[in-house]
């Protein structure tokens, strides 16, 4: 009897140990990664979370692990950490890898987790090993082309080693993993032309909480608009991080000529990198220290000042690697009501722009090209429907219930199933994530 219901609350509940090799209070981790488990806690699942945190026990204040843990049990969700080894850099990687490994084994063993949910390459070795030597499911949460990224940015020759070894280790975790997350449809299309043998593939692009872009009224949007004397002016924004992907260069020079062609123009640039990558460059420009703001604010506090804003610039690197990503801040953007610049060959962004009308798509990084972006994205702004085309264009594409939790839950349901076809069993997917 007692087995018989063991083997009914197995069948309901299903425990997924998500691995991932950032620290638990990165943005990325804040954003990304706990909102998509927290649909997952929705669906029913019993969530496990592994992180790796840099700087080990000495980055935290006394009795701070103990609140976040309490915090995320509150939520559903059961935290365990390790800590990320940096220096040198592949021994320290390959050491996080067998330690991550380890204690999924002992996790899967233990706690009997059904599923292992690895987000990007070094968490799906971790998976791919524990997978072998304890069983379960593996899902390949694919964020990007990983050796392609270090080849684009200059980091790794292509051919090299370490290009060859990734290479290899992709081609083993594309065929040992049950299910796939990839962020594009480009991205499913250069993965799986032909499908991956009847596996599940889902393409779920950074979402974002609606709820977070509506938590401020018009009032607050006036009040901050007052605060920065922005009344008559046309207010630019970017929000994230300068340099490296992200053309820091390119954009203060289209910054610039927005405030050559008109006075009033005020620049915002949010971001937790180093202020001097841009302010310099504007000033080199000849925009005056008193049209722009470039600030560190809280995360709570961005979706303030995307509303007092009246577009939104995002310039990325064009190479083949990026055709892969999904820039979170063009959900955000858009949840704010504001249309965008960005730049060809990003993802899936040149069809979404077409075809929601919500931006202008910038061909080129010279003085024409940015010309006539410019001259689009004042069309579009003369649209009275601009702001809440936007907003919906967000809830189609970009919500995080209805597309990423949605989607997310639906890949689980679609992993247990073609188990459940392939032994002939009922199993656990008709029973949970409905």
């Known amino acids: 009897m007692i087995v018989a219901l063991r083997s009914l609350f197995r069948r309901i509940i299903v425990r997924t140990l998500y691995l991932c090799y950032f620290g638990l209070r990165e943005p990325l981790s804040q954003t990304q990664v706990l909102p998509y488990l927290r649909e997952l806690v929705r669906g029913g699942l019993g969530v496990r979370l592994m992180t790796f945190e840099p700087g080990g026990n000495r980055a ?25 080894h940096k220096w040198p850099s592949l021994p320290a990687t390959l050491y996080d890898i067998a330690s991550g490994a380890l204690t999924a084994i002992r996790l899967v063993r233990r706690e009997e987790i059904d599923v292992m949910h690895a987000r990007g390459y070094v968490p799906a070795a971790m998976g791919a090993l524990a997978k072998l030597l304890a069983g379960g ?71 974002v909480d609606a709820e977070r872009f509506r938590r401020f009224d018009e009032e607050s949007r006036d009040g901050l608009r007052r605060k920065l004397n922005l009344e008559g002016r046309l207010a630019i924004i970017y929000l994230g991080a300068l340099g490296g992907w992200y053309l820091t260069d390119e954009m203060a020079e289209l910054m610039a000529l927005a405030h050559h062609e008109d006075a009033s123009t005020f620049s915002m640039v949010l971001t937790q990198s180093p202020p001097e990558k841009i302010i310099g460059r504007l000033n080199a420009l000849g925009v005056a220290q008193s049209d722009f703001l470039v600030k ?91 702001a809440e085309r936007c907003r919906e264009s967000a809830r189609r594409r970009f919500d995080l219930g209805n597309v990423g939790g949605v989607r997310y839950r639906r890949l689980y349901r679609r992993v247990f199933d073609r188990e459940c076809r392939a032994d002939g069993s009922n199993g656990t997917g008709g029973n949970f994530l409905g």
Not at 171 to 199: N, Q, S, W
């Open 60 to 84: 935290w204040g006394a009795g701070e692990r103990e609140e976040w843990r309490a915090r995320l049990e509150s939520q559903g969700i059961q935290w365990r950490s390790l800590d990320y």
């Open 296 to 386: 560190k604010v809280a995360p709570e506090d961005a979706p303030l000042y995307l509303k007092a804003a009246d577009f939104a610039l995002s310039l990325i690197k064009p190479c083949y690697s990026k055709m892969s990503s999904s820039p979170t801040k063009i959900a955000e953007y858009l949840a704010s009501g504001l249309p965008v610049i960005t730049n060809a060959g990003i993802g899936d962004l040149d069809d979404l722009i077409a075809e929601d009308n919500v931006g202008v798509i910038l061909d080129a990084f010279n003085r024409d090209s940015y010309g006539r972006a410019l001259k689009g994205i004042k069309d579009l702004l003369l649209d009275q429907g601009i």
């Open 137 to 207: 499911k593996l899902i390949f949460d694919i964020r990007g082309f990983m050796a392609e990224e270090y080849v684009d940015a200059g980091v790794w020759p292509e051919g090299g080693l370490l290009y060859r070894l990734t290479k290899t280790a992709e081609k083993k975790l594309l065929k040992t993993a049950d299910g796939f997350v990839v962020l594009t449809e480009k991205a499913r299309k250069i993965l799986f032309p032909r499908g991956r043998d009847g596996k599940p593939v889902e393409v779920i692009p950074c979402c």
